[in-house]
């Protein structure tokens, strides 16, 4: 309330300064500002929910009168456009708002009409009181498409006429100051333009002035509005708000769209395929294997059998793991189990196949230790004015995700370790009950497990980089052990596998690993990793529900969370074909160079990838490049919607720039005989993110936006400047065939 008290109060000074202004640029009296002074008055254009269209929100926040709004074409003068100014600070910070006054009181009483550099100068001089109230911590805030850089060297035709702000005496400050914009060193003026040309809206993505055209042309109303409202749109809190708000409709408006019948039919497919591996003398990875069959049953199993046989079949992981497994060996796992533990196929000779075998669904392999149902496995913690939290019977190290009855997921609290306690980003001390807003909300108390270290010592020499703690639940309706039939706590493990370490990926392997008619879910950190993936095989399975495990960087502080369906470095001769990978924290697939490990000879086809933070993330560690690597046939459904986006927003991780998409390609490459093609791209929160690299060939690609879609994509234009530019909707067409090379793909609305 004290924060719209006093978005109305600066409301009412340009309400005043907008009945005074005369034709002709008299001046108004210079008599004192009554921006401290004026009685708000409310109005009916703050209520209502958010506007998606940026005037009508400009409006809504109160940030231009809707009279004065109403004659958007015409040129704003200096009294209007600081009175927005000020009620765009007041929103952020009070005192803001107050030095505001101070800083612009001859501005604040002037009719003067303005041109669009003194717009960038006064708008600059407001950037510079918020400081740190900006997002600066990523890229995504900022726009560097070289061919709109203004040049620095004197030569633009400024005016720099500012008497009506800074006064006579302090007029020329701007020449003899120079200033260290996010460019370089330059003088003020130009620091202004570049940063109200670079600088964009959270939530349209467009920059805070258009500068294309005359610097020193008249700036109008209009402008002057939508400049001040996506400055205040590089707050945290409102971008936040927006993007929450977006949240609540999103799921409800995107099923009334209807589900694709290519998605329904692809979805079936793949869950009703049956296993068709047979044993030969010849080794055909995804086809045939040539060793001993094992057998794995939950239902009938027992690790003293010798597994042989379905009638002689293990039980569990484990037994897999001590395993004597050599080259060409296969192991079945019976349909309609479940299957927990790590499984870790690290025989040196590789080449060891992963199957199912009898009727029913696949078999599910998990991480996660148990099913979590069962009131006795849930104390109340808190209990207060209807928030109920519950306590997890017993300690877990890092729960990234929890998914209740294999269909909703919770939203994963974050916070920071200071080395002896929790703390929020703003350093002060985190509160469990308080944070814990929204019903299923949960936060895992692990005690800062990481905190730099990503090792531990099995003998106990390094204890303290091991440390497990309580896992709390909001769940308002009651015991959620009663509540669900099942919920599973994907948290990461400790395991003296591999040297030691933690762990939260459900297969690791090597060479030639096939995973076959499998389904792999409830995973914090990985669905599998088969090794360095030559001759790896991924076909029929199903990788669901994972991610969301939280890496910290030395000092403590969330850097970030992971989850990846499968990790594919330095895939050679692989195929991943025909899988259905749905609701996992961040890709689908990463596939990535790593030093000498070339990506080669791949094919990712035929796959459906639903409700996932990004769908293939390519990535060069190793400059190495991609070669002969085919992206086709795959369908693409509801990228970057759902929960993961919903973590992106609440925990504040999109506003650091990591935006979501179909493909990302993040730094530079060479590909030869590389392609992305017949590809169908529904309602993604963006279709494209990359670097300007030379990119794949591109053709028979299929894309259908959702009015949620932001861009049709981000692109970096130089790798070594960093900042993505987006590209509209609109302009799609135009980037599909002149900077993809494409005539052949259809942009479908």
Known sequence: ?????????????????????????????????????????????????????????????????????????????????????????????????????????????????????????????????????????????????????????????????????????????????????????????????????????????????????????????????????????????????????????MDAEMAGLGEPEEVTQLREQILSSETSLVKSDTLIPGQTYTGTAYYVSEANGDDSNDGLSPETAWAALDRVNDAPLSRGDAVFFERGGTYRGNLYLYNPDGYITLSAYGEGPKPVLTSAEECASGADKWSLWYDEDGVKIWKYYKDCLDCGLIVFDDSEAGYKVLADWSGTEWVNEDGTPFDIAASLTENLDFFSDDGGKYGGATTFSVDGENPDAVQYGPLYLRCDEGNPGELYDCIEICDMTVTEMNDGGYEGTVIMGLYGTVCDNLSIKYFPMGGLCPGPNEDCVVQNCEIAWGGGCVQYVEDGRVAGQMGDAINGIGSRNSSINGNYIHDVRSSALIIESYQDLQVSDVSFSGNLIERVGNGVNINDNGSTGFENAVFSDNVFYLVGASWPLEQDVRSGRMFSGEWLACFRIRDPYEYTNCEISGNSMYYPLQFFYYCDVPLPSMSDNLYVPSRYTLNFADIRYDAEIGPYIPVSLDEAGDTIRDLFGDSSSVIRH
């Open 1 to 249: 309330m004290k924060k719209l008290a006093a978005i109305l109060l600066a409301f009412s000074v340009l309400l005043s300064l907008s009945a005074c202004g005369q034709a002709g640029g008299q001046a108004a009296p210079t008599e004192s500002p009554v921006l401290t002074t004026a009685e708000p008055t409310p109005s009916a254009v703050i209520n209502g929910e958010m506007p998606d269209d940026e005037y009508d929100r400009a409006i809504w926040y109160g940030f231009i009168d809707p009279e004065l709004a109403s004659d958007g074409d015409r040129t704003v003068t200096w009294g209007e456009y600081c009175a927005m100014i000020g009620a765009m600070l007041y929103a952020v910070d009070e005192a803001l708002g107050d030095e505001w006054q101070e800083l612009a009181a001859l501005a604040l009483t002037s009719d003067e009409s303005m041109l669009r550099e003194q717009g960038c100068f006064a708008l600059y001089r407001a950037a510079d009181l918020m400081g740190e109230a900006l997002n600066d911590g990523g890229i995504r805030g900022f726009s560097t498409n070289p061919h709109l850089l203004p040049s620095n060297d004197g030569t633009l035709p400024y005016s720099y006429d500012y008497t009506e702000f800074t006064g006579e005496d302090n007029g020329e400050w701007v020449y003899s100051e120079p200033y260290e914009g996010l460019f370089g060193e330059m003088d003020y003026l130009t620091a202004a333009v570049m940063f109200c040309q670079f600088r964009m809206s959270l939530c349209s993505f467009e920059t805070l002035y258009d500068t294309q055209g005359d610097i020193t042309a008249p700036l109008t109303v209009e402008e002057a509005a939508l400049s001040v409202l996506r400055l205040y749109e590089l707050t945290y809190e409102p971008v936040q708000e927006f993007w929450l708000s977006r949240l609540e409709t």
